[in-house]
């Protein structure tokens, strides 16, 4: 039952409505399903991000619970798209993490009613606080994507598009730790009674949890490229050196 409903969705996604007024080829609207995907969990890292809990190595963000799914999705776009493809997704996520900072400063500004759910310092304590961690967010991410997509097309060069677990987590090795002392160090310095041992501290164990999870969502990627190879007719993208775009 299962098997039956992955390959009416794959069909339906390929196929599209059997007379649509507008058609989109089946990479098309694959590319716009992964980037939606991405972009909400984006987003939605970045809202939650500012609660913790608890876990075996320490408190950690529970932003962590959704910003794998982007590690995944980066590769998925990068391997099938190339790096073109990847860097467009990288915009539209940051145009998107802006565009909610922006709503959240405005919302936050605006006067609070009386019988409003929220009252003014509820509010400024949730979403206000989210507008900071979107800051150092957009940062990190554009920081730590950009270095993600480099550094996957080159393992993907070096390897001639073989041995897929090697630039999956090889990209995110170096990235997440950059990605995860850039936010962490504009987010929690100036905080009191957040000093840089505990700042360097909740790096350390945010990021071997992201190893710990890079290599943990392995059979997933390899899964998700065989399901868009076999299901969709799909191909990667051709390595650099190969007949990949220019940088």
């Known amino acids: 039952m299962e098997k039956e ?23 098309q609207r694959l590319f716009a399903v992964l980037a939606a995907i991405f972009v909400t969990c984006l987003v939605l890292g970045d809202v939650t991000g500012g609660k ?17 799914v982007t590690f995944l999705l980066t590769d998925v776009i990068n391997d099938f798209y190339g790096r073109k493809g990847a860097r467009f997704v990288t915009a539209i996520g940051a145009g998107m993490a802006t565009l909610a900072y922006l709503a959240l400063v405005v919302t936050t500004a605006l006067p609070t009613d ?20 979107f800051v150092a967010s957009i940062v990190a991410y554009v920081v ?12 993907k060069r070096l390897t001639r598009g073989k041995h897929l677990w090697l630039r999956a987590t090889g990209s995110t090795l170096l990235s997440q730790l950059v990605d ?3 936010i962490n160090a504009i987010f929690w310095s100036g905080v009191a009674g957040k000093e840089w041992d505990w700042i360097g501290a909740k790096i350390v164990r945010e990021y071997l949890l992201k190893v710990f999870i890079a290599v943990a969502l392995t059979p997933v ?17 051709p390595h650099e050196g190969g007949a990949d775009e220019p940088a």
Do not use: C
């Open 52 to 68: 913790a809990f608890e876990t075996p190595v320490g408190p950690v963000s529970v932003g962590m619970t959704l910003f794998p």
């Open 180 to 182: 995860t002392a850039t």
């Open 144 to 155: 730590g994507q950009l270095l993600d997509i480099n550094v996957f097309l080159f393992w």
């Open 5 to 27: 409903s992955l390959a009416l969705a794959a069909r339906s996604l390929r196929d599209g409505h059997p007379d649509p007024a507008w058609s989109l080829g089946v990479e």
């Open 221 to 237: 990627v390899y899964g998700v490229h065989g399901v868009i190879i076999r299901w969709l007719g799909i191909e990667p993208h």
């Open 114 to 133: 009386k019988d409003s759910y929220f009252q003014g310092g509820e509010y400024t304590k949730i979403f206000g606080g989210s507008s900071k961690l």
